[in-house]
Protein backbone atom coordinates (compact mmCIF):
# COMPACT_ATOMS: atom_id res chain seq x y z
CA UNK A 1 0.00 0.00 0.00
CA UNK A 2 1.28 3.78 -0.48
CA UNK A 3 1.67 6.38 2.21
CA UNK A 4 -1.21 8.90 2.64
CA UNK A 5 1.29 11.83 1.87
CA UNK A 6 -1.80 14.52 2.58
CA UNK A 7 -0.54 15.18 6.23
CA UNK A 8 3.18 15.28 4.94
CA UNK A 9 3.07 17.75 2.57
CA UNK A 10 3.41 20.90 4.84
CA UNK A 11 6.38 23.69 4.86
CA UNK A 12 7.80 21.91 8.10
CA UNK A 13 8.11 18.43 6.66
CA UNK A 14 8.54 19.23 2.72
CA UNK A 15 9.37 22.85 2.31
CA UNK A 16 11.19 22.71 -1.02
CA UNK A 17 7.70 20.71 -2.61
CA UNK A 18 5.20 22.85 -0.81
CA UNK A 19 6.99 26.18 -2.38
CA UNK A 20 7.42 24.28 -5.79
CA UNK A 21 4.05 22.63 -6.33
CA UNK A 22 1.07 24.23 -7.15
CA UNK A 23 -2.41 23.27 -6.66
CA UNK A 24 -3.11 22.42 -10.27
CA UNK A 25 0.10 20.18 -10.33
CA UNK A 26 -1.00 18.13 -7.37
CA UNK A 27 -4.69 16.85 -8.68
CA UNK A 28 -2.89 14.59 -10.73
CA UNK A 29 -2.41 12.76 -7.80
CA UNK A 30 -5.12 13.21 -5.73
CA UNK A 31 -7.70 9.74 -4.82
CA UNK A 32 -10.62 10.80 -2.65
CA UNK A 33 -9.01 14.45 -1.91
CA UNK A 34 -6.07 12.37 -0.74
CA UNK A 35 -2.24 12.46 -2.05
CA UNK A 36 -0.84 9.52 -2.35
CA UNK A 37 1.81 10.65 -4.59
CA UNK A 38 3.87 14.23 -5.70
CA UNK A 39 4.09 14.26 -9.24
CA UNK A 40 6.79 14.75 -11.37
CA UNK A 41 6.11 17.92 -13.22
CA UNK A 42 7.59 18.94 -16.85
CA UNK A 43 8.20 22.43 -18.18
CA UNK A 44 8.51 21.92 -21.81
CA UNK A 45 9.46 24.97 -24.44
CA UNK A 46 7.11 27.35 -25.51
CA UNK A 47 4.75 26.37 -28.19
CA UNK A 48 5.57 27.72 -31.43
CA UNK A 49 4.70 28.01 -35.65
CA UNK A 50 7.52 26.76 -37.28
CA UNK A 51 7.93 27.91 -41.04
CA UNK A 52 10.46 27.95 -43.60
CA UNK A 53 12.47 30.92 -43.32
CA UNK A 54 14.21 30.82 -46.35
CA UNK A 55 10.56 30.61 -47.86
CA UNK A 56 10.16 34.06 -45.64
CA UNK A 57 13.44 35.42 -46.99
CA UNK A 58 13.00 35.08 -50.76
CA UNK A 59 9.46 36.53 -50.46
CA UNK A 60 10.35 39.44 -48.44
CA UNK A 61 7.94 38.43 -45.35
CA UNK A 62 7.95 38.91 -41.63
CA UNK A 63 6.74 36.25 -39.32
CA UNK A 64 2.88 36.19 -39.08
CA UNK A 65 1.60 37.41 -35.75
CA UNK A 66 -2.04 37.71 -35.69
CA UNK A 67 -4.18 35.46 -37.93
CA UNK A 68 -4.59 37.83 -40.65
CA UNK A 69 -0.57 37.60 -41.60
CA UNK A 70 -0.76 34.06 -41.29
CA UNK A 71 -3.32 34.28 -43.82
CA UNK A 72 -1.36 36.18 -46.45
CA UNK A 73 2.02 34.60 -45.44
CA UNK A 74 0.25 31.09 -46.36
CA UNK A 75 -1.11 32.38 -49.58
CA UNK A 76 2.14 33.57 -50.61
CA UNK A 77 3.56 30.41 -49.87
CA UNK A 78 1.07 28.43 -52.01
CA UNK A 79 1.42 31.36 -55.09
CA UNK A 80 4.64 32.93 -55.02
CA UNK A 81 6.77 29.52 -55.83
CA UNK A 82 8.97 30.30 -52.78
CA UNK A 83 11.31 26.98 -53.63
CA UNK A 84 11.56 28.85 -57.04
CA UNK A 85 11.17 25.46 -58.99
CA UNK A 86 8.83 27.27 -61.03
CA UNK A 87 6.20 24.74 -60.32
CA UNK A 88 2.62 25.30 -58.51
CA UNK A 89 3.43 22.80 -56.24
CA UNK A 90 3.52 24.23 -52.80
CA UNK A 91 1.09 25.38 -50.29
CA UNK A 92 0.94 27.09 -46.97
CA UNK A 93 0.08 24.71 -44.36
CA UNK A 94 -2.01 21.84 -43.87
CA UNK A 95 -4.39 20.85 -40.81
CA UNK A 96 -4.26 18.07 -38.04
CA UNK A 97 -5.73 19.23 -35.28
CA UNK A 98 -8.92 21.83 -35.71
CA UNK A 99 -8.80 23.58 -32.01
CA UNK A 100 -5.17 23.63 -31.95
CA UNK A 101 -4.04 26.03 -29.11
CA UNK A 102 -1.32 27.79 -31.64
CA UNK A 103 -4.59 29.31 -33.68
CA UNK A 104 -7.47 29.40 -31.76
CA UNK A 105 -6.47 32.12 -29.34
CA UNK A 106 -6.04 34.51 -32.20
CA UNK A 107 -10.27 34.34 -31.89
CA UNK A 108 -10.67 34.58 -28.10
CA UNK A 109 -11.50 30.96 -27.79
CA UNK A 110 -10.60 28.82 -24.86
CA UNK A 111 -10.94 25.99 -23.11
CA UNK A 112 -14.04 24.01 -22.50
CA UNK A 113 -13.26 23.55 -19.32
CA UNK A 114 -12.02 27.74 -18.82
CA UNK A 115 -15.33 29.52 -17.24
CA UNK A 116 -15.68 33.23 -18.94
CA UNK A 117 -15.38 36.57 -17.16
CA UNK A 118 -18.62 35.86 -15.58
CA UNK A 119 -18.09 32.18 -14.36
CA UNK A 120 -20.05 30.82 -17.25
CA UNK A 121 -18.65 27.73 -19.38
CA UNK A 122 -19.58 26.93 -22.50
CA UNK A 123 -18.04 24.31 -25.08
CA UNK A 124 -15.52 25.61 -27.57
CA UNK A 125 -17.72 25.26 -30.80
CA UNK A 126 -20.45 27.55 -28.85
CA UNK A 127 -17.85 29.75 -28.04
CA UNK A 128 -18.60 33.77 -29.51
CA UNK A 129 -15.58 33.52 -32.03
CA UNK A 130 -15.68 29.90 -33.17
CA UNK A 131 -17.72 30.72 -36.30
CA UNK A 132 -14.97 33.29 -37.24
CA UNK A 133 -12.15 30.80 -36.95
CA UNK A 134 -13.67 28.24 -39.06
CA UNK A 135 -14.20 31.28 -41.51
CA UNK A 136 -10.84 32.03 -41.36
CA UNK A 137 -9.71 28.42 -42.04
CA UNK A 138 -12.08 27.97 -45.19
CA UNK A 139 -11.43 31.53 -46.93
CA UNK A 140 -7.94 29.90 -46.62
CA UNK A 141 -8.82 26.59 -48.40
CA UNK A 142 -10.90 28.39 -50.65
CA UNK A 143 -8.24 30.88 -52.12
CA UNK A 144 -5.91 27.81 -52.41
CA UNK A 145 -3.44 28.73 -49.15
CA UNK A 146 -4.39 25.64 -47.45
CA UNK A 147 -3.38 22.11 -48.68
CA UNK A 148 -6.26 21.01 -50.76
CA UNK A 149 -5.59 17.25 -49.51
CA UNK A 150 -5.61 18.47 -45.76
CA UNK A 151 -8.68 16.16 -44.47
CA UNK A 152 -6.92 13.03 -45.62
CA UNK A 153 -3.92 14.25 -43.25
CA UNK A 154 -3.30 11.16 -40.57
CA UNK A 155 -1.03 11.69 -37.91
CA UNK A 156 2.12 13.23 -38.24
CA UNK A 157 1.68 13.70 -42.01
CA UNK A 158 1.85 17.46 -41.92
CA UNK A 159 5.35 16.70 -41.02
CA UNK A 160 6.17 15.06 -43.38
CA UNK A 161 4.79 17.34 -45.86
CA UNK A 162 7.29 20.40 -44.51
CA UNK A 163 10.44 17.99 -44.36
CA UNK A 164 9.05 17.20 -48.63
CA UNK A 165 8.91 20.92 -49.16
CA UNK A 166 5.56 20.84 -49.69
CA UNK A 167 4.08 23.01 -47.28
CA UNK A 168 5.52 26.38 -45.30
CA UNK A 169 4.03 26.38 -41.93
CA UNK A 170 3.84 23.51 -38.98
CA UNK A 171 1.23 24.56 -35.95
CA UNK A 172 0.62 20.98 -34.44
CA UNK A 173 2.32 19.41 -31.99
CA UNK A 174 4.97 21.87 -32.35
CA UNK A 175 7.53 23.67 -29.60
CA UNK A 176 11.01 25.66 -29.48
CA UNK A 177 13.40 22.65 -29.84
CA UNK A 178 11.58 21.76 -33.24
CA UNK A 179 13.43 24.89 -34.73
CA UNK A 180 16.73 22.65 -34.34
CA UNK A 181 16.06 19.50 -34.83
CA UNK A 182 13.61 20.36 -38.11
CA UNK A 183 16.61 22.50 -39.42
CA UNK A 184 19.24 19.50 -38.73
CA UNK A 185 16.72 16.29 -40.01
CA UNK A 186 18.39 14.33 -42.73
CA UNK A 187 14.83 13.94 -44.93
CA UNK A 188 14.59 17.93 -44.33
CA UNK A 189 18.20 18.44 -45.35
CA UNK A 190 18.09 16.22 -48.50
CA UNK A 191 15.22 17.87 -49.98
CA UNK A 192 15.87 21.20 -49.10
CA UNK A 193 19.83 21.86 -48.48
CA UNK A 194 19.53 25.44 -48.84
CA UNK A 195 16.05 25.16 -46.21
CA UNK A 196 16.32 27.10 -42.93
CA UNK A 197 13.43 26.72 -40.02
CA UNK A 198 12.02 29.54 -38.07
CA UNK A 199 10.04 30.14 -34.82
CA UNK A 200 6.96 32.42 -34.42
CA UNK A 201 4.79 33.06 -31.72
CA UNK A 202 0.70 31.10 -30.90
CA UNK A 203 -1.30 33.68 -33.07
CA UNK A 204 -2.30 37.00 -31.15
CA UNK A 205 -5.94 38.76 -31.22
CA UNK A 206 -5.87 41.91 -33.91
CA UNK A 207 -4.06 44.99 -31.68
CA UNK A 208 -3.11 42.72 -28.75
CA UNK A 209 0.78 42.60 -27.98
CA UNK A 210 1.07 39.28 -26.30
CA UNK A 211 -0.73 35.99 -26.12
CA UNK A 212 -1.90 33.86 -23.57
CA UNK A 213 -1.91 30.51 -23.96
CA UNK A 214 -3.88 27.33 -22.03
CA UNK A 215 -1.44 24.91 -21.04
CA UNK A 216 -2.49 22.18 -18.45
CA UNK A 217 0.49 21.08 -16.03
CA UNK A 218 2.78 18.41 -17.72
CA UNK A 219 2.75 15.70 -15.37
CA UNK A 220 4.70 13.05 -16.47
CA UNK A 221 4.45 10.24 -13.89
CA UNK A 222 4.83 10.99 -9.90
CA UNK A 223 6.89 9.25 -6.77
CA UNK A 224 5.41 7.49 -4.01
CA UNK A 225 6.44 6.02 -0.72
CA UNK A 226 5.91 1.88 0.63
CA UNK A 227 3.52 2.90 3.89
CA UNK A 228 5.34 0.13 5.44
CA UNK A 229 8.99 1.65 4.98
CA UNK A 230 10.36 1.59 7.99
CA UNK A 231 12.67 4.66 6.94
CA UNK A 232 9.43 7.25 5.83
CA UNK A 233 11.44 10.15 7.71
CA UNK A 234 14.79 9.73 5.70
CA UNK A 235 12.37 9.00 1.95
CA UNK A 236 10.58 12.00 2.48
CA UNK A 237 13.68 13.92 2.96
CA UNK A 238 15.31 12.69 0.05
CA UNK A 239 11.42 13.36 -1.80
CA UNK A 240 11.48 17.06 -1.16
CA UNK A 241 15.38 17.22 -2.28
CA UNK A 242 13.89 16.01 -5.20
CA UNK A 243 11.82 19.55 -5.73
CA UNK A 244 15.38 21.82 -5.41
CA UNK A 245 17.36 23.10 -8.37
CA UNK A 246 20.40 21.45 -7.08
CA UNK A 247 18.97 18.20 -7.46
CA UNK A 248 16.98 18.26 -10.59
CA UNK A 249 20.05 19.79 -11.96
CA UNK A 250 22.26 16.69 -10.36
CA UNK A 251 20.43 14.02 -11.59
CA UNK A 252 19.53 15.53 -15.22
CA UNK A 253 23.39 16.61 -16.12
CA UNK A 254 25.57 15.50 -13.19
CA UNK A 255 28.69 17.12 -11.52
CA UNK A 256 29.81 20.67 -12.48
CA UNK A 257 33.39 19.59 -13.73
CA UNK A 258 32.91 15.97 -14.10
CA UNK A 259 29.86 15.71 -16.63
CA UNK A 260 29.45 19.51 -17.78
CA UNK A 261 31.95 22.05 -17.82
CA UNK A 262 29.75 25.18 -16.96
CA UNK A 263 26.22 25.62 -16.36
CA UNK A 264 24.82 29.39 -17.12
CA UNK A 265 22.41 29.82 -14.03
CA UNK A 266 20.29 32.85 -15.58
CA UNK A 267 20.33 31.42 -19.35
CA UNK A 268 20.77 27.76 -18.31
CA UNK A 269 22.58 27.01 -21.18
CA UNK A 270 25.18 23.84 -20.23
CA UNK A 271 28.44 23.81 -21.51
CA UNK A 272 30.37 20.12 -22.21
CA UNK A 273 32.44 17.94 -24.16
CA UNK A 274 32.02 15.22 -25.90
CA UNK A 275 33.65 13.08 -23.61
CA UNK A 276 31.83 14.45 -20.68
CA UNK A 277 28.34 14.18 -22.85
CA UNK A 278 29.29 10.77 -22.90
CA UNK A 279 29.67 10.25 -18.66
CA UNK A 280 26.33 12.09 -18.58
CA UNK A 281 24.34 9.69 -21.05
CA UNK A 282 25.78 7.26 -19.01
CA UNK A 283 25.24 8.75 -15.26
CA UNK A 284 22.72 11.40 -15.54
CA UNK A 285 18.83 11.32 -17.21
CA UNK A 286 15.64 13.39 -17.45
CA UNK A 287 13.53 10.53 -16.12
CA UNK A 288 15.44 9.99 -12.99
CA UNK A 289 14.77 13.39 -11.80
CA UNK A 290 11.90 13.31 -9.00
CA UNK A 291 10.77 16.81 -10.72
CA UNK A 292 11.69 17.91 -14.20
CA UNK A 293 11.34 21.73 -14.07
CA UNK A 294 13.09 24.25 -11.82
CA UNK A 295 11.63 25.83 -8.45
CA UNK A 296 10.52 29.03 -10.66
CA UNK A 297 8.67 26.52 -13.52
CA UNK A 298 11.90 27.57 -16.12
CA UNK A 299 13.08 24.38 -17.93
CA UNK A 300 16.59 22.89 -16.09
CA UNK A 301 18.84 23.07 -19.44
CA UNK A 302 18.16 25.54 -22.22
CA UNK A 303 18.88 24.93 -26.00
CA UNK A 304 16.76 21.67 -26.41
CA UNK A 305 19.06 18.98 -28.66
CA UNK A 306 20.90 21.53 -29.80
CA UNK A 307 24.35 19.91 -30.87
CA UNK A 308 26.69 22.97 -31.60
CA UNK A 309 26.68 26.98 -30.93
CA UNK A 310 24.66 28.23 -34.50
CA UNK A 311 22.07 25.48 -33.68
CA UNK A 312 21.82 27.10 -29.90
CA UNK A 313 22.13 30.25 -31.19
CA UNK A 314 19.18 29.80 -33.27
CA UNK A 315 17.32 28.02 -30.32
CA UNK A 316 17.98 30.87 -27.93
CA UNK A 317 17.01 33.55 -30.47
CA UNK A 318 13.57 31.60 -31.11
CA UNK A 319 12.97 31.39 -27.42
CA UNK A 320 13.50 35.17 -26.62
CA UNK A 321 11.66 35.77 -29.66
CA UNK A 322 8.17 33.54 -28.60
CA UNK A 323 8.38 34.59 -25.21
CA UNK A 324 8.26 37.90 -26.19
CA UNK A 325 5.03 37.85 -27.40
CA UNK A 326 3.45 34.78 -25.98
CA UNK A 327 2.99 33.17 -22.03
CA UNK A 328 1.43 30.69 -20.30
CA UNK A 329 -1.95 29.89 -18.70
CA UNK A 330 -1.81 27.39 -16.32
CA UNK A 331 -5.49 24.74 -15.72
CA UNK A 332 -6.33 22.02 -15.27
CA UNK A 333 -7.80 19.99 -18.09
CA UNK A 334 -11.16 18.38 -18.10
CA UNK A 335 -9.66 14.88 -17.65
CA UNK A 336 -9.34 15.68 -13.84
CA UNK A 337 -12.43 15.94 -13.24
CA UNK A 338 -14.80 12.55 -12.01
CA UNK A 339 -17.40 11.75 -14.89
CA UNK A 340 -16.05 14.07 -16.78
CA UNK A 341 -14.78 11.15 -19.52
CA UNK A 342 -17.65 9.08 -19.09
CA UNK A 343 -19.96 11.65 -21.17
CA UNK A 344 -17.18 11.91 -23.51
CA UNK A 345 -16.89 8.67 -24.08
CA UNK A 346 -20.77 8.63 -24.83
CA UNK A 347 -20.40 11.25 -27.39
CA UNK A 348 -17.78 9.43 -28.96
CA UNK A 349 -19.70 6.36 -29.54
CA UNK A 350 -22.90 8.26 -30.04
CA UNK A 351 -20.95 9.46 -33.54
CA UNK A 352 -21.40 13.09 -31.95
CA UNK A 353 -17.90 14.06 -32.46
CA UNK A 354 -17.31 12.03 -36.05
CA UNK A 355 -20.10 14.28 -36.95
CA UNK A 356 -18.92 17.48 -35.73
CA UNK A 357 -15.76 16.95 -37.50
CA UNK A 358 -17.25 15.88 -40.96
CA UNK A 359 -19.16 19.04 -40.62
CA UNK A 360 -16.34 21.62 -39.93
CA UNK A 361 -14.94 19.43 -42.80
CA UNK A 362 -18.07 20.14 -45.22
CA UNK A 363 -17.89 23.65 -44.36
CA UNK A 364 -13.57 24.38 -44.73
CA UNK A 365 -14.57 22.84 -48.03
CA UNK A 366 -17.01 25.24 -48.90
CA UNK A 367 -19.36 22.28 -49.34
CA UNK A 368 -22.21 23.94 -47.11
CA UNK A 369 -22.84 27.01 -45.99
CA UNK A 370 -21.87 29.61 -42.82
CA UNK A 371 -25.79 29.48 -42.13
CA UNK A 372 -25.61 25.91 -42.03
CA UNK A 373 -22.72 25.59 -40.04
CA UNK A 374 -23.47 27.90 -37.45
CA UNK A 375 -26.76 26.31 -37.06
CA UNK A 376 -25.38 22.78 -36.86
CA UNK A 377 -23.18 23.93 -33.84
CA UNK A 378 -26.09 25.71 -31.94
CA UNK A 379 -29.11 23.50 -32.64
CA UNK A 380 -27.39 20.37 -32.88
CA UNK A 381 -23.59 19.46 -31.51
CA UNK A 382 -24.30 22.39 -28.60
CA UNK A 383 -27.46 20.58 -27.26
CA UNK A 384 -25.32 17.02 -27.69
CA UNK A 385 -22.63 18.47 -25.12
CA UNK A 386 -24.84 19.26 -22.35
CA UNK A 387 -24.81 16.58 -20.04
CA UNK A 388 -20.55 16.62 -20.24
CA UNK A 389 -20.63 20.38 -19.87
CA UNK A 390 -23.31 19.73 -16.74
CA UNK A 391 -20.41 17.85 -15.26
CA UNK A 392 -18.05 20.51 -15.49
CA UNK A 393 -20.54 23.08 -14.43
CA UNK A 394 -20.92 21.23 -11.25
CA UNK A 395 -16.83 20.71 -10.73
CA UNK A 396 -16.56 24.71 -10.84
CA UNK A 397 -12.69 23.34 -12.08
CA UNK A 398 -10.38 26.65 -13.11
CA UNK A 399 -13.06 29.03 -10.84
Known sequence: LLLDLTDYLTPEIMPNACKVLTQDELAGCLVDGRLYSLPRVQTKPLDCITYRGDWL??????????????????????????????????????????????????????????????????????????????????????????????????????????????????????IINHVTQWAANATFTAVNPEGTVVAGPSLLPEGADKVGVYYAPQVWGGYAINADSEHIEETLRVLDDGYTDECVTLLFKGIEGLTYTSLDPETRVITLTPEQTALADQWCASYATINYQLSNKDMIIAGGTSTNEVELANWMAANDFVSSLEYRISYLGEGTIPGYNDESTKLTNDGVYSERNEKITQYICGQITEEEMASYLQNVYVPACEPMMNVIRASGINK
Open 57 to 174: EKLGLEVPKTAQEFADVMLAFAKQDPDGNGIDDTYGFSIRNFNDRNLIHAFGLRPSDVPDENGEYTVMEGQEGYMAFLTWLRDMYLNGALDPEWYLTQSYEDQDKFFAGKIGALYTDI
